[in-house]
């Protein structure tokens, strides 16, 4: 457990402010869950999951959600630079079960742009759910290019390229319990590395 403690406060000192304590995550992503347990009463909803970012959201989210779910994997990648995506999304994974008449949720990280959420609920739209909503632990309102409904927010947060809980820089961070913003030095650093 130690040397674990001591990888992550390596990573934590990579970044420049902590936006979200792991605390704070936890009691909103419980609220989060205990909403989607009142609307979704006596249904069991489909949740689709939006790897990678989501992986550890969607871990603990079910864990507060006092119903019978079902999970499906989704994987996109949006063709971009390594901090913004330009809206054009390939769909790497696709879900292995019809989602006709189904309930669906999407399970996303972070809406940013909005692009990639358009994306996505256009084409499973298209395969004609019963109901489509979204849940994403974050939202970047200042970045919107598209408006796009997401029905279960958990945090707003400012313009900002965030790291941890799941989130990305070049592969890393996604194991810190908190959300924070990363050290720009620290970040031309490592993409001059490689
Ligand atoms: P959008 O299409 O809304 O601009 O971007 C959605 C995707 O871009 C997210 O699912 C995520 O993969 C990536 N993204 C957007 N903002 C951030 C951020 O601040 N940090 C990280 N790690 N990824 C982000």
Redesign the pocket.
């Known amino acids: 457990m130690q040397s674990v403690d001591r990888t992550l406060q390596v990573l934590q000192s990579d970044l420049c402010e902590v936006l979200l304590t792991d605390i704070q995550i936890q009691d909103r992503v419980r609220q989060l869950g205990q909403q989607i347990s009142t609307d979704y009463q006596d249904s069991e909803p489909y949740l689709v999951v ?1 790897l990678n ?1 989501a992986f550890l959201f969607v871990a603990d989210l079910v864990r507060y959600i006092d119903l019978p779910v079902e999970l499906g994997f989704m994987a996109v990648s ?1 063709y971009g630079d390594s901090t913004r ?1 330009t ?1 054009t999304v390939r769909i790497v994974k696709d879900l292995q079960k019809d989602i006709l008449g189904r309930e669906v949720l999407i399970v ?10 358009t994306y996505l609920r256009g084409m499973l739209s298209g395969r004609q759910p019963r109901t489509l909503r979204t849940v994403s632990l974050l939202s ?1 309102p200042a970045c919107r290019q598209v408006q796009v409904p997401i029905e279960y927010c958990g945090f707003e947060i400012p313009d900002k ?3 941890g809980y799941g ?3 070049m592969q890393r961070y996604r194991n810190l319990p908190c959300i924070g913003v990363m050290d720009p030095t620290k970040a031309a650093a490592q993409e001059n590395h490689t």
């Not at 990280?109 to 692009?115: E, F, P, Q, R, S």
Request: aromatic content about 10%; hydrophobic content about 45%.
């Open positions: 939006i970012g949006s995506s809206g996303e990280d972070i809406v940013d742009t909005g692009l990639t959420l970047k390229f965030v790291v989130l990305d820089f």
